[in-house]
């Protein structure tokens, strides 16, 4: 019996070694992709892609405004304004925020970007809470929702002015978003489905919240937060209904 006690002992410090490991490989993989910036550019009409190389985030500029969805990590909020001014706008002109997500690849640059502009940011029911609290009480995370070295823990807290539930549309003079609740990566995850005008086209832009399954999660009783596996089969369902002529992932 001690023989076999000590090698649980064993394999449980060996498996938690390869935890640290593990997560200090990624954390560092993540670091590198989203301190780097992307080359910013137009999509189509009035759409750019003003994220780094490995986190987006998407600008809508309009004649009474602009829309930023998603901050991602806390360093990538500079990389984001930059690429902004890139373009010729300004930070300052961005007069709504929104997110897909409460993780702090999504919701990490969101305070910096707040001060910088004065906008409003606009986060679903679900992830309103996590957000506000800066990524504390985020069940998704289950066992390792205390271990910032996953590169998924705490970021700074941003002002959370405005709460929506599935379906609200959020309009900016001629821009209109409509929030679709996509939950199970996260309670409150949220595509964007929205119009975008390219000469004499007008097309169907969709921002699809994240899917991923993270290791830890569970979709079978002890569920990692209770309708779990429910949420993520409507998710797909919603998904698969939304028509979609330029994709944003």
Same mark, same amino acid.
């Given at each position: 019996m001690r023989h076999l006690a000590r090698r649980r002992r064993i394999l449980l410090g060996a498996a938690a070694t390869l935890?640290?490991?593990l997560g200090t490989l990624w954390r560092s993989a993540i670091k590198r992709n989203r301190s780097i910036p992307d080359q910013?550019?137009?999509?189509?009409?009035n759409l750019y892609y003003v994220g780094a190389t490995g986190v987006t985030s998407f600008l809508l500029t309009g004649p009474e405004g602009d829309v930023l969805i998603d901050g991602g990590y806390p360093e990538t909020a500079p990389l984001i304004m930059q690429s902004i001014a890139r373009l010729g706008f300004h930070i300052s002109d961005v007069r709504v925020l929104l997110n897909t997500h409460a993780h702090s690849d999504?919701?990490?640059?969101?305070?910096?970007l707040?001060?910088?502009?004065?906008?409003?940011?606009?986060?679903?029911?679900?992830?309103?809470?996590v957000v506000a609290a800066g990524g504390a009480g985020d069940?998704?995370?289950?066992?390792?929702?205390?271990?910032? &070295? /996953? *590169?998924?823990?705490?970021?700074?807290?941003?002002?959370?002015?405005h709460r929506f539930t599935d379906g609200t549309t959020i309009r900016?003079?001629?821009i209109e978003l409509t929030a679709h609740v996509t939950a199970g990566h996260t309670p409150g995850c949220t595509s964007w489905s929205f119009p975008v005008r390219d000469g004499d086209r007008e097309l169907l832009a969709v921002d699809v919240c994240s899917l991923t399954l993270l290791p830890f999660m569970s979709l079978v009783p002890p569920e990692t937060y209770p309708g779990i596996r429910a949420d993520f089969e409507r998710s797909f369902r919603v998904l698969r209904s939304l028509p979609a002529?330029? &994709? /944003? *992932?």
């Open positions: 935890v640290v490991v910013p550019f137009r999509i189509a009409g999504h919701a990490g640059g969101l305070r910096a707040q001060q910088a502009s004065g906008a409003e940011l606009w986060i679903s029911e679900g992830d309103a809470d069940r998704t995370l289950g066992p390792f929702r205390h271990l910032g &070295f /996953l *590169g998924l823990g705490r970021f700074p807290a941003p002002r959370v002015d900016l003079g001629p002529d330029i &994709f /944003l *992932g």
